[in-house]
Structure formats: C-alpha cells, structure tokens
C-alpha cells in the first residue's frame, strides 16, 4: 500500500495548456489525499492559475519553474537537444531521478515518445515503446489498444513485443490471468495482411505466454472480442481518431435530427440523461491517458485537445499505473518470454 | 443519354450470396426501366431464387450458368488460374468482351483485384488501381476515401495518383469542378508521418490540377473539410471497418440504456423514425458500393456481408458510373497530367 504518490506534470503540453492542466491538477489532489503533484512550466503563469482557484498554497501542489515550452511544430530530435529545461524534459527528468514515479503531458507526442526514450531509456529487451490506451466496446471490459502513433513503422518482433506488453497492462488493469489478444488485420482470414503481420502472428502463436486469438479487423476493436488489439503506430492513430470523428458525427446528425421538430426536442429534453451518459461512454475523454509502455518509468500521454476532466482522468491514470506497478510487471514478463524477444535488443531510437 | 444499360453480377460471392444479391437485381429491373442485368453464377439456384420471387421471366433478367465460386479463402492468383468459370470471373469477362457495361461483386475482394487487374487491365499511366467509396460527413457531400482495402503498401508515386483518380471522381459525382483533396496521416503538421507520406505531399503540391489541401487526420474524415482522402489500403480498410465497429457500438449502448427503464422506452418508441433516419444515415450498407479505380472497365465491389439494399446499392452506384464515364474521365486526367504520373507506368500486380 503506497502511502505517498508523486507524478510530474507537464503543465504547459497541449492545446490548452495550464488552463486545462490546472484546475485538472487542482481536482485531482481535492479527490486523492495521497496524491501529490509537481506542476512544471511557467510559474508565474501557474501561479495566477492556481490563485484564482484558490489553490495557490495548495501543500500538495509544487512549483517547478521552467522557461521553455515544446511546440506542437518541434522537430522530436531538436526538443531533445534544445529543450532542456522545457515542461515536459522536466518532468520526465523527475521521474527519472526518482523524484516522481510517474508523469503527464498532452504535449507533443512525438517529442515526447523521443525524449522519454532517451531520459528513460528502454527496460532490457524491449525493442520500441509504445502508446496504448483502452477503448470502449460492447462488453464490460475495455479493449487495450496500441500502438497508437509512437512507432510510424513496426517490425514483426516489435508487434509481437506489443502483444506481451499490452498482455500485462490487460492482465493488471482488467484482473485477467490470460488476456485475449489479437493483431489488427483487414481480414480475418490467415491469408490477409502483409508478410510484416503474418510474421508477428507466427511468433505470437509460438509464445506460450500470450493468448493469441488471431487475426481482428477494424469492425472487431469494439466487440470484445479481444483484450488486446496490436497493430503498427500509424494505424492505430488513425484507428482512434477516426473512432472520435465518427462519434461526434453521430451526435451531430443524432442532435440536428432532434431539432427538426418541436415533438422530437421535447424528446431530446427528456433524453438528455440518456445521451449525457451514452457520450460518456464513448466520449475519448473518458478513455484519456494513454500510456506510453516499454520504458523504465511511467509516462501518461494526455490527448492534445485534453480538457481539464480529459487531463484529470490521465493524472487519474498515471497513479493507477504507479499501484500496479505496469514497468515492473512488463520487465518480469519479458524475463519470462527470454530469447524469444531479446533477439536484438536495442534501446535506439531514429 | 443512355437507352439500355446492362450490368454483370457475380451472383454467388459474398457472406449472402444469392440470398441478397436474387433480391436486389430483381429491386434494381423493377425501379430502372433502362437495366439490363446477366446474373452470373449457379443456374438452378438463381432460377429457384426469381422464381419465389415471381420473376423468373422477367425480360430484363439474364442468367449466365458458371459451375464455379471464388471463395473468401481462395489466394488471389489461385483464383486467377483455376476459378475460369466462377461467376466473379465470367461478370469481368462480361465487362472486357463489351457485353456488360459494368459489373457489381460481393466476394473475396483480394481474388476481385486481382482478377479484375488482370481481366480489364489498367488504364495508360495508372501504376496500381484502388478501391474508392463515399463516406457521410458533417455536411451535405459525402467525403471519397480511398484505398479501402486494395493495396496494403503504397509509393508515394500511388498515393498521388489515388489523389488524381479521387478527384475525378468526386468531381463527377458531387459536381464539383476542383475538389479538395488531402492525404490521411497522423496528424496534420508538415513534420508528421513517414516519408512516403511526405513525397506524396510533394507530389500532391506541384499538381497544378489537384486543389490539394494538405494533411488530415482520422477525426477530420466526417467533417467535410476534404471531399478526397488519400491513403493505402491497409490503413483505409481499417478506418472503414472501424467507423462500422463504432456506429454498431454506440447504437447498442444508445438501445440498451433507452431498454433500462419504462420511461426511456417509451421515449425508444416515439423516436423510432429519428433513430432510423439517423443509422440510414451512418449505416454502411446505404454508402455501400466501392468501386475499382484505374480499370478498363467499371467494377463495383459490395461489402461482404451485404444485405438486399447494400447490394442493390452496390448496382445503382454501376450504373451511376456508367452514365457518368468515369473511366473514361480518369483517363482523360491521367493524360492532361501527362509525365507527373506516367514515370515509371506498370500493369504488373503483385
């Protein structure tokens, strides 16, 4: 039982930056006594943020000044060398140096991906990290989705990697011994696909450790018919955000179909509780922090367009992360897996 | 204008078969005076089929006996060498030969490209053909994606020429002089994406004839911001298939909470005409009909599991393509652009 739990926030990421992250933060030590939290960015402009919440001597609410922020447009290699003493370096340097056992940022993701990987560095035999997070389908039980955009292209080994590490992060989240997991496919026939996935399925059907199921295709992410569903970092990304598009379209022409008659927006009225909470279960907001795994520490990557109810379940899910120990367990499964995955260990990043 | 208009149909492909597809091309003669439909596939079978339905005479029904199916886990060039006599074959054959117009198929889409490539051949310049659908967006246009499942690797080369092709076709089908183009990638700065991706881009810009608008990413598809995305195969199929996924997801949740209490069903019955007009809509089976781009010829490919309606949609939208010359107009494309696209011309399908 942990009594204490520090994480680093990076408080200036993303597209709203502090006015999101800090009546996030605020939130989250209000409903968690255990928690406390490191704000780094500008501390003037924390400062007044947390003034106006009342917060300001908040005794788990610390200041970490930094004077430099990474941009949406910053080249990943150039945050690394040039931003030293940015929101997000900081923060990953807490973890780092153990000051924090966890950080948050919505920042850029791939200068955040590169300078994890570098501050960090990968625990032994992990060939790439990678950014999962759940997604909701028709069952109880999410679906732990990755990689989600950290890894553009993925070798065969790196997919199959992804399938133990997405195994363990199922395992501790959803209290599974045995996760189900699938790679993404378009076609759920062995033949379909490229030589890449054929190869990953080959290795994920020899590891005894995993709970292979085969091949998913899009339509499957939210059966739940899969715990798990691996797939190449530029598919997944897409995956998701189409996932988010289609959901607002729904709502949109849902709402917009309510208001064509006086009759139907009476409806609407009384529907309301229903349509607040269906949109809370499909609402990404509710699924934020997506976990960038592989790495020595924790890192919880917050969507972009993060809202403060969006920053404030990523926090949520970073302390989770620290409970379950997911670094520790990740390092203990690929002990177990061996040479099967620790072929050509390699802690480069390109 | 035309005054007959016939179209092949591979009767027997699909999850259905001639369950759905006996049905629609009965649906399609009666609502179109000008079809003509050769219905390809087992004789006695579709005979029974019109027969039930009290069209076994019927003078615009052809039947075109073949003793063969392609199956979904025949390989593509098995079905190529052995499958001379199945009804997808016979239909392209149908097309090449001038006595069909158009085919429409639902089977194995693999073996339809592969045999389609081979059958019609590819245009003058085009280096590999792809598979275009509309998709609902925000506004009144649909948005055409493509490709959707054809191709799993793409060179930018392809890319740019599935961006020319797009714009041929949204431009005949919205009426739209320059419509606006864009490429699907992982996020909309310059920075992001692979380096394929980034070619293409370039390609896109020095198009004078392509009104390319830059990056989009998956939550931009159902905005209406683009009227052509561009991307490969793998990625295409999976956002497809994952819109399905997620429309089936939040209308089951939307049912389920309406089924809690009696009040909500209650609201559930009244706003039945809302919540069909909604999934008619988003529903897959309304935008179905992907078609084959590139080809000598037209051929529509129906969702696998296509109902009566999809298929029947999958021949309104032959028959659209058809009386709009859509071959004909990319071909025209492909030699204003001239050398841009025709550097290294292939008709090889691998």
């Given at each position: 039982m942990l009594t204490h739990l520090t994480i680093a926030l990076?408080?200036?990421?993303?597209?709203y930056g502090p006015r999101s992250s800090i009546p996030a933060a605020v939130a989250a030590v209000n409903q968690n006594d255990q928690l406390i939290l490191i704000l780094c960015g500008n501390e003037q402009v924390i400062r007044d943020g947390l003034d106006k919440l009342d917060?300001?001597?908040?005794?788990r609410l610390k200041i970490h000044h930094c004077h430099e922020v990474v941009t949406n447009c910053c080249e990943p290699a150039q945050a690394l060398r040039?931003?030293?003493?940015?929101s997000m370096r900081v923060a990953l340097d807490l973890v780092k140096s153990g000051e924090a056992q966890a950080c948050v940022s919505s920042g850029n993701t791939g200068a955040l991906f590169f300078m994890a990987t570098h501050v960090l560095k990968l625990l032994p035999g992990v060939k790439r990290p990678a950014l999962i997070s759940a997604v909701p389908t028709e069952t109880k039980d999410p679906v732990y989705l990755l990689?989600?955009?950290?890894?553009?292209f993925c070798e065969p080994q790196t997919l199959f990697q992804f399938g133990v590490m997405g195994s363990v992060v199922a395992s501790r989240r959803l209290g599974i011994e045995r996760p189900r997991v699938s790679l993404l496919n378009i076609?759920?026939?062995?033949?379909?696909?490229h030589e890449g996935i054929k190869q990953a399925a080959e290795l994920m059907k020899k590891c005894p450790q995993l709970n292979y199921i085969g091949y998913s295709e899009g339509?499957?992410?939210?059966?739940?018919?899969?715990?798990v569903i691996v797939c190449d970092g530029f598919v997944g990304n897409v995956a998701l955000k189409t996932c988010e598009g289609i959901a607002k379209l729904i709502m949109h022409k849902f709402t917009k179909a309510l208001k064509k008659h006086l009759f139907y927006k009476v409806l609407a009225f009384l529907l309301r509780p229903v349509i607040k909470k269906l949109y809370k279960r499909v609402n990404p907001d509710q699924y934020n922090g997506a976990s960038l795994v592989g790495l020595c520490g924790i890192v919880v990557k917050s969507h972009g367009n993060a809202s403060k109810k969006a920053f404030l379940a990523a926090i949520e899910e970073a302390a989770r992360e620290v409970e379950r120990q997911i670094p520790e367990k990740i390092q203990a499964a690929f002990e177990r897996i061996g040479t099967a995955t620790t072929t050509s260990p390699s802690s480069k990043v390109d």
């Open positions: 990076d408080m200036m990421g993303g597209d917060s300001l001597n908040h005794p040039r931003k030293k003493d940015s990689d989600l955009g950290a890894n553009v076609g759920s026939e062995d033949i379909k696909g339509s499957d992410i939210f059966s739940g018919k899969a715990h």
